[in-house]
């Protein structure tokens, strides 16, 4: 049973169009994430939801844009795909975010990536 | 402002030698600290974190951290290090509604 899982593994598309990745969560917790690796290991968070409310919005282009339709599911959505859009695209979950409640609740549990390459 | 650290990029080390990732941390509240090790191909997964209480912090794979506030750092160790032991380490620390990565230390281990 994967804890957090993301669907592709794999995706390879041209420039200029629109591309989703999907991630789910069994571990019943409030919060996702999603993450964007670039070629020098460097991870940047992009957006955050808990209880499928967004409360992180990194700056990111306007084309990224994530979906919870529920607290175990966060989709991402690109339109547009650039060549620059290349990375390893990464989902996490957390019980709670930040330090609220204290304790261990805001570990956070990584999918496998999505490794998205725009030719 | 909250931020990490991670002095190296890339560390080599001799197998059966001493592993030693540093990170330094600059926080205004007291912080929750982790250490993730993202082996080839995989997503991060957590080594050991540090909440409160102990501050010499032990993990899986005979890893363990140790929080020093005066330093304002949390090194992550390793007595003698194994081949499977390469791998990218990242340090990150929580506070408040944040959680922030530094940007990542590549292990490679030599035979």
């Known amino acids: 049973d994967t804890a957090v899982s993301q669907t592709p593994k794999y995706l390879v598309t041209q420039m200029g169009n629109d591309k989703s990745i999907k991630c789910e969560q069994n571990?019943?917790?409030?919060?996702m994430y999603w993450y964007k690796q670039d070629s020098k290991k460097f991870l940047k968070i992009m957006f955050s939801?808990?209880?499928?409310?967004?409360?992180i919005n990194e700056t990111v282009p306007n084309r990224f844009s994530p979906k919870s339709p529920d607290k175990a599911h966060l989709n991402l959505h690109i339109n547009s795909l650039e060549l620059g859009d290349s990375a390893v695209y990464f989902c996490?979950?957390?019980?709670?975010?930040?330090?609220?409640?204290?304790?261990?609740?805001?570990?956070?549990?990584f999918g496998a990536g999505t490794r998205l390459s725009v030719l | 402002a909250q931020s990490v650290t991670q002095l190296g990029s890339h560390v080599s080390v001799s197998e059966g030698a001493l592993v030693l990732l540093r990170c330094n941390y600059s926080?205004?509240?007291?912080?929750?600290l982790f250490w993730y090790v993202q082996y080839p191909n995989q997503g991060l997964q957590l080594l050991l974190k540090?909440?409160?209480?102990?501050?010499l912090v032990k993990g899986i794979n005979g890893f363990e951290a140790e929080f020093k506030k005066s330093e304002t750092s949390f090194h992550l160790t390793k007595p003698s290090a194994h081949m499977s032991d390469a791998a990218e380490y990242f340090c990150?620390?929580?506070?408040?509604?944040?959680?922030?990565f530094g940007t990542g230390t590549s292990l490679t281990v030599i035979p």
């Open positions: 996490a979950s957390s019980q709670i975010p930040g330090l609220a409640g204290g304790g261990a609740k805001n570990i956070q549990y």
């Open positions: 571990l019943g917790h409030d919060t």
């Open positions: 939801y808990n209880n499928k409310e967004l409360i």
């Open positions: 926080s205004s509240v007291p912080p929750y």
């Open positions: 540090y909440t409160t209480g102990a501050t």
């Open positions: 990150a620390v929580s506070t408040g509604n944040q959680f922030y």
